[in-house]
């Protein structure tokens, strides 16, 4: 049970990518309006990971019938969630906009993803806590390996949210059943890059698909053989991956 | 692999499992007037009795419950590799409210729901929870058969959980200027969804000698057409999918327990995609008329009632429904009364925000 990865990116707004408010500068100004920060980021990862040109793609996209989705988010509806209890409970109900409720939703970004790019694979939303990116690597690695799509788009992304004080991040990798220059190996024995905590600090339900991108780019750079992912803690459990150059 | 279910256990508004598959062969119904939730503008609601105030993490503590239930009745103690997944369409969102609002402790590991499966099954391997919407119990099943089917896993307990929150009942509110007071699949005169709440886990084992059901496939598919929407292409395929996996033809199945909510979208596109696909052949039952729309609950009390009716040799009618819509013209509803005979297949329906669609296929041992 592997799968090849065929494409990656990484989308940090603190690092000079578009902020949410600014993704149309790469997404182009349809289908934006009413999404929420989280969506905006993780659209805007897919995109570059699937390296499109600037704007909204012109569908159907080759393979998409057979493209799954899997994202990792915790916090993507956090805001949207407080806001809207904030107003029942001011007894202004009303004012909720019609636009909020699909972000209501705990799985809005893998919805719209699936929506905007035309995947009508199966589309999984993971909000497992600290292990969720890397659960999400495994189960778009299953989606193929139990023949549900022949190809997954993995994203991990968090808003900036108060409640765990994350950095906004998006990543993507994108996985194949056609054999790559890396794959994905369930293993967890040790290799020769070990990456666990990130750089970019506290970015929670995005960690592994994070260390999934960053593991790939130092793999194509020729550094090594292999990279061992890892994330968890005690309260949530411990997940696993390896990164491999075939 | 010949996936079986070995024990389940399930808590709805109407009670405990038996007390819940009584109360549906009886007709009974769990609405009542909403609890813990005022301003939201829905004043009705399927819930479970829980005492005042409000405790904090309802759905954590069915879950536990339920987990705890289901591992007693299928899972032997000397089995390895166990995995938990979770379905749930609304997590603990109910205690970011709380917090946001009341300034209550939030401590973020409890929206999700490793702690409350390790409560019952402390040693489990990974507790996963997929949070796909109305459908999410559904994709937890397709998750934890495949997690057999590649050797991941020796069981799986799949599991479903949602209890409500203000911010869900608020856009429930905002569809409709008048929010209804029971939900009625399938009935011309319905007049919306209305929430339940509750919790239900069954055991996935690799073939075993003390099965209660076979699960032969589930299918997952997403419309990719709009956010909160059904679309009849996708849940078709969904429906196809799911015979196909399972080996099957679409005259092998005898009961359907559909999906019904009683909106205006859903119930005419469900019974245009069963009328296209199925016919006039199998029964039709839906449970959320007696247990309201327990969101990422939904897929597996389907699922559960639908292998006792099949045990029991009758299936609960549709609570709520008298005059079937036209688009149900072709389909065998089962109303009024429950209505015995001889179910050995049945196929269960799950759909969701995202256009995120799950049909099982389940059957007698």
Redesign the interface.
């Known amino acids: ?1 592997t799968a090849s990865i065929i494409g990656h990116a990484l989308h940090v707004p603190s690092e000079g990518d578009c902020s949410p408010e600014q993704a149309h500068t790469l997404l182009g100004r349809k289908g934006l309006l009413g999404k929420d920060p989280a969506t905006r980021l993780a659209l805007c990862a897919v995109h570059r990971a699937l390296g499109l040109p600037l704007g909204k793609p012109t569908l159907p996209l080759p393979g ?1 019938v057979t493209t ?2 899997v994202v990792s988010s ?1 916090l993507g ?2 805001d ?3 806001s ?6 001011a ?1 202004e ?2 004012s ?1 906009s ?1 636009m ?3 972000n ?5 970004i ?3 993803i ?2 905007r ?13 600290r ?2 990116g890397i ?1 999400a690597l495994r ?1 778009g690695s ?2 193929i ?2 023949d ?1 799509a022949d190809r997954v788009v993995v994203v991990g992304v968090e808003p900036d949210c108060d ?2 004080e994350t950095t906004a991040v998006a990543a993507c990798v994108v996985l194949s059943r056609e054999p790559g220059a890396l794959a994905l190996d ?1 293993g967890t024995t040790p290799a020769a890059l070990t990456l666990e905590d990130d750089p970019l600090g506290e970015i ?1 339900g995005a960690l592994g698909v994070v260390q999934a991108v960053r593991a790939a780019e130092w793999l194509s750079a020729g550094s090594g053989p292999d990279a061992l992912l890892t994330c968890g803690d005690n ?3 411990y ?1 696993s991956i390896r990164v491999v150059a075939r | 692999m010949r996936i079986v279910v070995t024990g389940y256990d399930m808590v709805t508004g109407l009670g405990d499992l038996r007390s819940t598959t009584a109360g549906l062969f009886a007709g009974r119904t769990a609405l009542g007037p909403l609890r813990f939730h005022d ?3 829905v004043t009705h609601g399927y819930q479970i009795p829980d005492e005042d105030p409000e405790p904090s993490l309802r759905a954590s503590r069915w879950l536990t419950r339920c987990v705890a239930g289901a591992a007693a009745a299928g899972l032997p103690p000397d089995v390895r590799r166990v995995h938990v997944v979770v379905g ?4 603990e ?1 109910r205690a ?2 709380r ?3 009341d300034g209550a402790a ?1 401590d ?2 409890d ?2 729901f ?2 409350a499966v390790r409560r019952a099954l402390p040693t489990v ?9 109305c459908s999410a119990s559904g ?1 937890a099943l ?2 934890g058969a ?2 057999l ?2 050797g ?1 896993a020796d069981a799986v307990v799949v599991a479903g959980a949602d209890a409500m ?7 429930i ?3 409709s200027d008048d929010p209804t007071t029971a939900l009625r699949p399938f009935d011309r005169d319905r007049t919306g969804v209305l929430l339940g709440e509750g919790a239900a886990a069954v055991v996935l084992r690799p073939d075993a000698p003390d099965a209660r059901a076979h699960l032969l496939s589930t299918s ?9 929407g059904p679309h009849l292409p ?1 849940i078709v ?1 969904a429906m196809r999918d799911a015979h196909t996996r399972a080996g099957i033809t679409a005259e092998d199945i005898d009961l359907v327990v559909a999906h019904g909510t009683g909106t205006a979208l859903n119930d005419p596109t469900e019974a245009a995609a069963l009328t296209q696909v199925l016919g006039d052949r199998p029964s039709v039952t839906a449970l959320k008329g007696a247990l309201g729309h327990t969101s990422g609950a939904a897929a597996l009390m389907n699922l559960i009632v639908a292998i006792e009716s099949m045990h029991a040799g009758r299936v609960p009618a549709v609570a709520g429904l008298i005059n079937s819509i036209p688009e149900a013209a072709g389909l065998r509803l089962v109303r009024g009364e429950p209505e015995a005979g001889r179910f050995e297949l049945a196929q269960v329906n799950a759909f ?5 669609n799950a049909v099982s296929v389940v059957g007698l041992p």
């Open positions: 049970m998409a799954g989705v915790n509806n956090i949207t969630v407080r809207a209890a904030a107003l029942v409970r007894g109900r009303r909720i019609p909020d409720i699909p209501a939703s705990s799985n809005v893998a919805g719209a699936a929506i790019f035309g995947f009508t694979g199966p589309n999984l939303t993971l909000c497992s806590g292990t969720s659960d189960h299953r989606l390996a139990a549900r409640l765990v369930l929670y309260e949530d459990g997940a | 301003k939201t503008g749930t369409g609304l997590r969102l970011v409210e917090w946001a609002v939030l973020p590991a929206l999700h490793g702690r391997e990974g507790v996963h929870t997929v949070a796909n919407a994709h397709a998750v495949d997690m089917v590649t991941e929150t203000d911010s869900m009942l608020a856009m509110a905002r569809i997952l598919t997403c419309d990719a057409f709009h956010e909160t996708g395929n969701g925000f995202g256009g995120v």
